[in-house]
């Protein structure tokens, strides 16, 4: 069946370990115009269009995990998180030690003042960021569809006991080995790429996806023709239909050079 849709997720998939595209990317972008290219990643959407600048509006954003599709600049589909959710969260990360919350929404990112290599780590992920006294306070003027948590020391798989009583509704997803992403249970890449596939009238079987982590469950159960990297986690690879080369081995673009 001819692909209609491909769907990539960024760090660790898409992107080699020093963050740089694959050369011949974006011109088999330009050269299939047929094919509905998809962006699926944790980082916010200003921070993905900087990497696409030539080519931004020839792209789909499924940003902050699926919490936000974008497409030229306007959000078709989002997943806001209920503000006594955020509430809550908030007050729970505020007693664990080496825990940082960022505030994700449309309009920016929000976080309380942080050691400077953690405000770098995050200013990586949110070119909108802005640093708040008060984090609750500014999510009450955005739409929030997610509360990022960086975690010291590489440590976040073993962080993720401390939300083993979030509400039903609501999920952690280990994002990475310091990152943790607190949402609605039904935010994820695949529920926002199953967004995209009904606006087009796309059919799961013309769907491809690639990723690495966790957090790319639902992209990779969302896609008929799934690949996991071959840097990927363990999990992922029993999931994925294939595994292709890792990111540092060009092993997207290797798989679409085939199509």
Known sequence: MKIKLVASDMDGTLLDSNKQLPPDFMEWVRNHPDIKTVIASGRQYYTLVKDFVSIKDELIYVAENGG???????IIYSNEMAKEDIRICLALIENMEGLTPIVCGAESAYMKQAEENIYREAAMYYARLRVVDNLYEAALQDTV???????DERKAEPA???FAGLKEHLAAVLSGDSWIDLSNRTVNKGIAVEAIQKKYKIDKAESMAFGDYLNDVGLIKSCGESYCMEN????????????????????????????
Do not use: C, R, W
């Open 232 to 259: 990927g986690h363990p999990d992922l690879k029993v999931l994925a239909k294939y595994v292709t080369a890792s990111n540092d081995n060009n092993g997207v673009m290797k798989v679409l050079k085939k199509l």
């Open 145 to 151: 569809v997610k509360i990022a948590i960086f975690v």
């Open 160 to 162: 993720m006991q401390y």
């Open 68 to 74: 936000f599709v974008f497409e030229k600049d306007k």
